[in-house]
């Protein structure tokens, strides 16, 4: 199994050095494939979301702030699972080959 180094690895005169955590496409993902990072992130965006909407709570109806907070937690979950969903059969195919 491939091992990630802490070396700065030199390709074409650029110094490159590895990253414990990457994010692509909004999605953090550690050196583990462990979205432990990710989960965390969607977390303290959601709750900063909704401490915004919890300030113009005054300004809106009940059934307004439900619709906000269930359309922003949604989004936040959908936007992953349309992500994960798309590229699974690509991680299948990856697993079947080794």
């Not at 496409?25 to 915004?52: E, M």
């Not at 909407?53 to 979950?77: G, M, P, Q």
């Amino acid at each position: 199994m491939w091992q990630c180094t802490k070396d700065v690895m030199i390709t074409s005169g650029a110094n490159i050095k590895p990253s414990t955590v990457v994010r692509d496409l909004g999605v953090i993902v550690d050196g583990n494939l462990s979205l432990a990072a990710h989960v965390s992130h969607v977390i303290r965006v959601c709750f900063f979301h909704l401490y915004q909407l919890w300030l113009i709570r005054r300004s809106l109806t009940t059934d307004v702030t439900h619709v906000l907070v269930r359309a922003l937690i949604h989004s936040r979950l959908d936007y992953f699972n349309a992500l994960f969903v798309s590229f699974l059969p690509v991680i299948w195919l990856g697993c079947s080959l080794f």
